[in-house]
């Protein structure tokens, strides 16, 4: 060994070090080396058993001093060589050290180990950094209960991540969940969340009686759910954990569609002059209905920022409504498509 580790200028001689002299510079602090050490145990992936005495020889301080991706390849060397205490140690510390590809690795280790839940919290951190089949794992394992209650909406989040990034299994099984999820036993996922599971019934019967029994009527809402489901399991996972999000979806979106669905009902295809008395004034009588119960509930929407005086809640919003009016009879606005 020479008397002196080589400077940084003296490049050569760290090609031309043996691996001990690189253990032994890299133990003594010297940085270069222990790149030169991490590439020597990739170069020897396939000799698990020579990698294993170079990394043996590293220090317990210069292993607590690299990085996350070389704690990765020295746990990954104790790993082919079937020392999975030294293994999983050095993953740990090479995930906490933010390293992509370690929770995979562990999750792994714990699901052959049997600790269902334990490797789908490893999955879903390997999930969380980005790894396509992490994400996949995780998505697997959510959807069929393993070390979980099933949770097929976060199955199907993870499983769109993993297809985002390619990923043909993640693509496949993010179609099937979909699939699932759209069958006449499948939830409605916002409306569940935000108004619960009682109240949504009707809605299914709807679905499953009236939409899925006519052919013309299925063939548009599977293209619609395509797509449905491509963003609606993260709104439905922001109203399931958050009660103020699922007040604010169901009073700005569900309560107003609710009421259109009702009114549309109504009218049908009609002109307001073919329409009997009595259905224009059912339709007067719901959207009245229908209104005032939304506008009762707009106070409380506004949380700590409603004033003292609720009144001043819906002169304000009478005033918006004539702005709105005016804008709509301008032709300034309109939902139609152009």
Same mark, same amino acid.
């Given at each position: 060994?020479?008397?002196?580790?080589?400077?940084?200028?003296?490049?050569?001689?760290?090609?031309?070090?043996?691996?001990?002299?690189?253990?032994?510079?890299?133990?003594?602090? /010297?940085?270069?080396?222990?790149?030169?050490?991490?590439?020597?145990?990739?170069?020897?992936?396939?000799?698990?058993?020579?990698?294993?005495?170079?990394? /043996?020889?590293?220090?317990?301080?210069?292993?607590?001093?690299?990085?996350?991706?070389?704690?990765?390849?020295?746990?990954?060397?104790?790993?082919?060589?079937?020392?999975?205490?030294?293994?999983?140690?050095?993953?740990?510390?090479?995930?906490?050290?933010?390293?992509?590809?370690?929770?995979?690795?562990?999750?792994?280790?714990?699901?052959?180990?049997?600790?269902?839940?334990?490797?789908? +919290?490893? #999955?879903?951190?390997?999930?969380?950094?980005? /790894? $396509?089949?992490?994400?996949?794992?995780? $998505?697997?394992?959510?959807?069929?209960?393993?070390? !979980?209650?099933?949770?097929?909406?976060?199955?199907?989040? #993870?499983?769109?991540?993993?297809?985002?990034?390619?990923?043909?299994?993640?693509?496949?099984?993010?179609?099937?969940?979909?699939?699932?999820?759209?069958?006449?036993?499948?939830? !409605?996922?916002?409306?569940?969340? !935000?108004?619960?599971?009682?109240?949504?019934?009707?809605?299914?019967?709807?679905? /499953?009686?009236?939409?899925?029994?006519?052919?013309?009527?299925?063939?548009?809402?599977?293209?619609?759910?395509?797509?449905?489901?491509?963003?609606?399991?993260?709104?439905?996972?922001?109203?399931?954990?958050?009660?103020?999000?699922?007040?604010?979806? +169901?009073?700005?979106?569900?309560?107003?569609?609710?009421?259109?669905?009702?009114?549309?009902?109504?009218?049908?295809?009609?002109?307001?002059?073919?329409?009997?008395?009595?259905?224009?004034?059912?339709?007067?009588?719901?959207?009245?209905?229908?209104?005032?119960?939304?506008?009762?509930?707009?106070?409380?929407?506004?949380?700590?920022? !409603?004033?003292?005086?609720?009144?001043?809640?819906?002169?304000?919003?009478?005033?918006?409504?004539?702005?709105?009016?005016?804008?709509?009879?301008?032709?300034?606005?309109?939902?139609?498509?152009?």
């Amino acid at each position: 060994m020479p008397e002196m580790k080589p400077g940084a200028e003296s490049k050569r001689a760290y090609k031309d070090a043996s691996p001990d002299e690189l253990v032994a510079w890299a133990n003594e602090g /010297d940085k270069e080396a222990l790149n030169m050490v991490v590439t020597d145990v990739i170069v020897r992936a396939e000799k698990p058993l020579e990698a294993k005495t170079i990394v /043996d020889a590293l220090s317990s301080t210069t292993l607590g001093q690299a990085e996350g991706s070389a704690l990765y390849r020295f746990g990954k060397v104790y790993q082919r060589v079937g020392q999975l205490d030294k293994a999983l140690t050095l993953l740990k510390a090479a995930s906490e050290k933010g390293d992509k590809d370690a929770p995979l690795t562990i999750g792994s280790e714990c699901e052959r180990g049997g600790d269902l839940t334990e490797a789908l +919290r490893w #999955y879903r951190l390997g999930a969380d950094r980005g /790894d $396509a089949f992490a994400q996949f794992m995780a $998505a697997n394992f959510l959807y069929f209960g393993k070390g !979980c209650n099933p949770d097929k909406l976060e199955a199907l989040r #993870y499983a769109s991540l993993s297809a985002d990034q390619g990923y043909e299994n993640g693509r496949g099984f993010r179609d099937l969940i979909q699939s699932d999820l759209a069958k006449p036993s499948g939830p !409605c996922i916002i409306a569940t969340a !935000c108004i619960g599971d009682a109240r949504v019934m009707p809605l299914r019967r709807l679905r /499953d009686e009236a939409i899925l029994g006519d052919p013309v009527l299925r063939d548009f809402f599977h293209v619609f759910w395509s797509r449905y489901y491509e963003w609606s399991p993260g709104v439905a996972r922001l109203a399931a954990q958050d009660r103020h999000v699922a007040e604010h979806i +169901r009073w700005a979106f569900l309560s107003p569609w609710l009421s259109w669905l009702e009114i549309a009902s109504i009218v049908g295809r009609r002109a307001p002059s073919a329409m009997p008395e009595a259905d224009k004034e059912r339709v007067l009588h719901c959207i009245a209905t229908r209104m005032e119960e939304w506008l009762h509930e707009l106070p409380a929407m506004m949380e700590g920022k !409603c004033p003292a005086d609720t009144s001043e809640v819906f002169e304000s919003f009478e005033r918006l409504g004539e702005a709105t009016r005016r804008l709509f009879e301008s032709g300034g606005l309109t939902t139609a498509k152009r």
